[in-house]
């Protein structure tokens, strides 16, 4: 039975509102305690150097993460946001203690499995549950300000984790961190964080749109609005994969320290993180094709420009320019999907969604970890600017400039 009350609504849900994007806030943290640190913690701590061998953790997050995404995505209106977000913390909690204790390269793997499976569960939660709250009026910049508080503290861990290796040493003390994250992190969602569901039922009692027929396939294939987005989302996750792994790689080549590194690979989400303030109530009020055509064309571009240089202040602005186009597109993909789905349908299609987008993880990290040991890191970029650059023409081509219900 449906409360009484209920207004759809940023502004009359802004208590939970804000609480949600703490939270998520932490849940970004916990990618960021590993987006500096982990290439040079593989090789010192377990001498890992093959480049696809180190990429291996990516792949194995991408892919946890990815199905985790998809089954959060199917089970929200069954088992409740809340509770999936509540088991994704409690995944999280042993994640810092196993790479702190690793015997082996392989117990990092797994680590990062568990990790992937968390934030599928915890950031899939948030995103689903902030859209609920707000209603169609503000959804884009509801994920704006989501994407905002995820990314932002990717990059802000990312950087004190850099200092702090720098300081004391890659372990343990980095990992620390993730400790204090986890543990606030469950406790805000078990204490404070309220079930949306409700909200569900109050704007599906409205909404005319026609359903999907099969919601995997319209909108990983037929949808042209639905799966434009989501190839532009896989692409724009491998391009980050390969970012990920391969960036502090190259960086170390040019004999920068691990605070360099840091500040480095942190300029990217954090520019990422503060656009997305903007960008995401940009998306409601102007083209969202427009929005991830130039994204993309941007990204493309800003990683096609890495193997030129060596000079730290262009590769700081290559970082910047990186970081804008993925705030141009990132609230926008969910905004879109939000737009073209029904209100009932609408956790399952941005789990399909988030499935392929963050199984782009796994396909940057393997792709680049292979061309980079056959042929070169350098070729390795230039293949991933490339793919980018063919999203970019796909979102132009293939999607409609209006969207369909």
């Known amino acids: 039975m449906m409360k009484k009350g209920i207004q759809l609504g940023l502004k009359e849900n802004w208590e939970q509102f804000v609480l949600l ?3 998520n806030a932490f849940v970004g943290g916990m990618v960021g305690m590993e987006r500096t640190i982990i290439p040079e913690f593989a090789e010192h701590s377990f ?38 977000l509540i088991l994704g913390w409690f ?15 392989n117990f990092v793997i797994f680590a990062n499995v568990l990790l992937g499976i968390s934030q599928g569960l915890t950031w899939s939660s948030t995103v689903v549950m902030k859209i609920d709250l707000v209603g169609e009026k503000d959804r884009g910049l509801a994920m704006g300000l989501n994407e905002f508080a995820g990314y932002f503290a990717v990059g802000v861990v990312a950087f004190l984790t850099g200092y702090v290796a720098n300081t004391y040493g890659i ?20 204490i404070w964080v309220k079930d949306t569901q409700a909200f569900v039922s109050k704007e599906g009692s409205s909404h005319q749109g026609a359903p999907l027929d099969n919601i995997f396939l319209e909108t990983t294939f037929k949808n042209k609005t639905l799966s434009s987005v989501t190839q532009a989302g896989l692409v724009n996750n491998l391009n980050d994969g390969m970012i990920w792994g391969l960036l502090p790689i190259i960086l170390l080549s040019f004999n920068y320290n691990a ?36 994204g993309m064309l941007l990204q493309a571009i800003a990683i096609l420009f890495i193997p030129f240089t060596k000079d730290f202040y262009i590769l700081a602005s290559i970082s910047a320019t990186l970081g804008l186009g993925t705030a141009l597109v990132y609230p926008t993909f ?16 941005i789990g399909t969604f ?22 070169g890191i350098e070729y390795a970029i230039a293949l991933i600017g490339i793919l980018t650059l063919i999203s970019a023409l796909i979102i132009q081509l293939r999607m409609p400039k209006e969207i369909k219900f």
């Open 259 to 294: 605070e360099n590194i840091g500040i480095i690979t942190a300029i990217y989400p954090t520019v990422w993180g503060i656009g997305q303030l903007f960008t995401g109530k940009m998306s409601d009020h102007y083209s969202k094709k427009a929005m991830l055509f130039w």
């Open 354 to 375: 988030r499935l392929w987008r963050d199984l782009g993880y796994a396909f940057g990290a393997v792709i680049s970890g292979v061309v980079a040991d056959i042929f």
């Open 47 to 84: 001498g890992v150097a093959s480049k696809s061998a180190l990429l291996s953790f990516i792949t194995a997050f991408g892919i946890s993460k990815a199905i985790a995404n998809y089954y959060t995505g199917r089970l929200a209106n069954r088992f409740g946001r809340k509770n999936l």
């Open 21 to 23: 994007i703490i939270v």
């Open 91 to 105: 995944i999280a909690l042993p994640i810092p203690f196993m790479l702190i204790y690793a015997p082996s390269w």
């Open 171 to 190: 372990t343990p003390y980095p990992f620390f961190i993730g400790i204090g994250l986890a543990i606030t992190g469950l406790l805000l969602s078990i």
């Open 334 to 349: 969910l905004a879109t999907i939000a737009q073209a789905t029904t209100p009932i349908q609408r956790a399952e299609s």
